[in-house]
């Protein structure tokens, strides 16, 4: 070897490279006092472990979140809407979006068909439907089991009610409910229209009357007794009914459906039979407690729930009339999409209402042979 080439090798090396055979890290060598030894392969052991500094490999795509996206896309089922989905779920609708396309790209079918304006099963997206709803069923069923807390009960549970249920009912009482459930947080919708449980994201609802939706579980749990009455004011300006007769000569508040806009008639049963009586009306409200309202101000006679005009009547506000003549109680139930039937979120809010409804005079079962009414020969 020439003198040159020594004096050449005696000199520092700033820095090196190492490149491993997979080309997919590399490593950078400190300045070293002498050269690298030519002989050794260049991904000897030895020389990684003096890497300074690792360059980072490409990061891989994140995994698909499979568990949430089978949530979302059920929620997509149910809602026949992106965006309602999103809403429900407080999920920006792109994640909502890249989560079922990812799903479909997973599984490698289509889930959905999707137009402008509405979103439509397939028959493999039925099918997927049908298994994610009793998988994720039986996945809170397991958790439930196995939780810490006595009841399993946790997260977010959205309900609606009536405005004159929610306020009256159940807002003095949600501090204990709270106390019991201290995992779940309450969303409460407070309004006399009727929400599209699926549609809307509603985990249940507490509805009055008679149900129409027959793909709701529906459980009763208490009913509206019917009262007849006005203000002293009303009274002692317009005289005092007797009869059934004498409504003819009276002026009503009357309630019209928040929902198809129909006016509630009076009823009445008598002997078995149930007999619809029309009053005229200065006022007609959508809303229980505007009705209320009216009656304490001596718009006119009013037929509403015993439960609303309770604390009225224990303290003279308002007075009962046509006692003998008693309406049909309204019936009450809760009612919950079929496939979150065994959510024990769900089950342990029923329970707890139907226990607020028991323990309310003005809201228990009863039966009243005066009632029955008998079905026509």
């Known amino acids: 070897m020439l003198k040159a080439d020594l004096v050449a090798l005696?000199?520092?090396?700033?820095?090196?490279?190492?490149?491993?055979?997979?080309a997919q890290s590399a490593c950078v060598l400190p300045s070293m006092s002498r050269p690298l030894?030519?002989?050794?392969?260049?991904?000897?052991?030895?020389?990684?472990?003096q890497c300074a500094r690792p360059v980072e490999s490409v990061p891989k795509e994140p995994q698909m979140d499979r568990l949430q996206a089978m949530q979302v896309f059920t929620r997509v089922v149910e809602a026949s809407s992106f965006t309602k989905a999103a809403d429900s779920l407080q999920l920006p609708r792109a994640t909502v979006t890249n989560l079922v396309q990812s799903l479909e790209a997973h599984l490698g079918v289509r889930l959905l068909h999707r137009t402008t304006r509405r979103v439509n099963v397939?028959?493999?997206?039925?099918?997927?439907?049908?298994?994610?709803?009793?998988?994720l069923g039986d996945l809170e069923e397991t958790e439930a089991a196995f939780s810490q807390s006595s009841s399993g009960a946790r997260g977010t549970l959205r309900i609606?009610?009536?405005?004159?249920?929610?306020?009256?009912?159940?807002?003095?009482?949600?501090?204990?409910?709270h106390e019991a459930y201290p995992d779940l947080q309450l969303e409460i919708g407070m309004s006399d229209r009727t929400v599209d449980l699926v549609q809307e994201g509603v985990d249940c609802a507490v509805r009055g009357g008679e149900l129409q939706d027959s793909s709701l579980v529906a459980r009763r749990i208490g009913q509206l007794?019917?009262?007849?009455?006005?203000?002293?004011?009303?009274?002692?300006?317009?005289?005092?009914p007797k009869t059934l007769e004498d409504l003819q000569d009276h002026t009503a508040v009357n309630y019209f459906s928040a929902r198809n806009g129909r006016r509630m008639d009076w009823d009445f049963v008598i002997d078995g039979q149930k007999q619809i009586h029309k009053v005229r009306s200065m006022v007609s409200v959508n809303d229980a407690e505007s009705a209320v309202a009216c009656g304490l101000h001596g718009l006119g006679l009013l037929q509403t729930s015993r439960f609303l005009v309770y604390e009225h009547l224990m303290?003279?506000?308002?007075v009962e009339v046509l006692p003998d003549y008693i309406s049909e109680p309204v019936p009450v139930s809760v009612v919950y999409p079929h496939n979150?039937?065994?959510?024990?979120?769900?089950?342990?809010?029923?329970?707890?209402v139907a226990t607020l409804f028991a323990d309310h005079p003005c809201l228990q079962l009863k039966e009243n042979p005066r009632l029955q009414i008998v079905s026509a020969a």
Do not use: Q
């Open 315 to 318: 303290s003279g506000a308002l």
């Open 340 to 352: 979150r039937h065994l959510s024990p979120k769900v089950r342990v809010f029923v329970d707890w």
């Open 37 to 49: 030894d030519s002989t050794r392969p260049a991904h000897c052991p030895i020389l990684f472990g």
């Open 225 to 240: 007794s019917m009262v007849n009455c006005a203000s002293p004011e009303y009274l002692a300006r317009c005289g005092t």
């Open 122 to 135: 397939t028959a493999d997206g039925a099918a997927y439907y049908e298994r994610c709803v009793r998988l």
């Open 160 to 177: 609606d009610v009536p405005a004159s249920i929610g306020k009256r009912l159940l807002v003095p009482r949600i501090r204990d409910f």
């Open 10 to 22: 005696r000199k520092p090396v700033v820095a090196a490279f190492l490149i491993a055979p997979d």
